[in-house]
T-cell receptor, first 113, second 114 residues
Framework: GDSVTQMEGPVTLSEEAFLTINCTYTATGYPSLFWYVQYPGEGLQLLLKATKADDKGSNKGFEATYRKETTSFHLEKGSVQVSDSAVYFCALTYGGATNKLIFGTGTLLAVQP | DTEVTQTPKHLVMGMTNKKSLKCEQHMGHRAMYWYKQKAKKPPELMFVYSYEKLSINESVPSRFSPECPNSSLLNLHLHALQPEDSALYLC?????????????FGPGTRLTVT
């Protein structure tokens, strides 16, 4: 079945470091891909999305490109801040009757000053 | 406005209590969702409502009873819960399913069953 695999965390970085969080997916079709972020004690916030191959989603300095050939959707940011500390979830959906999201396990990012 | 609101923020209940969680959105979305999230895990889908009709029940125990009174409101009625039901309960909404629309999540209700 379809699935999403994320790199194990926690990822610990110093402020202003470059961030990459790896996400790969297994899909029978052509899903849309999302990154959600969850700050401590809060719900999930949509960070960015891409709906087809080669699309690049971007928001708040974060970027991810939908790579069909490598079935990947890696999240990147050029310079992280302490305020970026959170759990990041990669997810996919085909829409359809339920629009069910399939999540990865989440990656905890801790940014130190 | 992309806000989904949930009340209460925290809830402590005994195993014999009956309580309800409430979710509201005013984005004109016609699909609403309930998720359960345990610590350090991704959210797990429980229920999906599409155009106020239940379209998915992910084999959730009957002690959880969803209700969608109108297109803006979603309730989750709780009765005779177990301690293992303690979790963060998240509500989400999206444009009606068919296309892979993004889901917008509320802040959640932290439920503790004693």
């Amino acid at each position: 079945g379809d699935s999403v695999t994320q790199m194990e965390g926690p990822v610990t970085l110093s402020e202003e470091a470059f961030l990459t969080i790896n996400c790969t997916y297994t899909a029978t079709g052509y899903p849309s891909l999302f990154w959600y972020v969850q700050y401590p004690g809060e719900g999930l916030q949509l960070l960015l999305k891409a709906t087809k191959a080669d699309d690049k989603g971007s928001n708040k300095g974060f970027e991810a490109t939908y790579r069909k050939e490598t079935t990947s959707f890696h999240l990147e940011k050029g310079s992280v801040q302490v305020s970026d500390s959170a759990v990041y979830f990669c997810a996919l959906t085909y829409g359809g009757a339920t629009n069910k999201l399939i999540f990865g396990t989440g990656t905890l990012l801790a940014v130190q000053p | 406005d992309t806000e989904v609101t949930q009340t209460p923020k925290h809830l402590v209940m005994g195993m014999t209590n009956k309580k309800s969680l409430k979710c509201e959105q005013h984005m004109g979305h016609r699909a609403m969702y309930w998720y359960k999230q345990k610590a350090k895990k991704p959210p797990e889908l429980m229920f999906v409502y599409s155009y106020e009709k239940l379209s998915i029940n992910e084999s959730v125990p009957s002690r959880f009873s969803p209700e969608c009174p109108n297109s803006s409101l979603l309730n989750l009625h709780l009765h005779a819960l177990q301690p293992e039901d303690s979790a963060l309960y998240l509500c989400a909404s999206s444009q009606a399913p068919a296309e892979p629309y993004e889901q917008y999540f509320g802040p959640g209700t932290r439920l503790t069953v004693t």
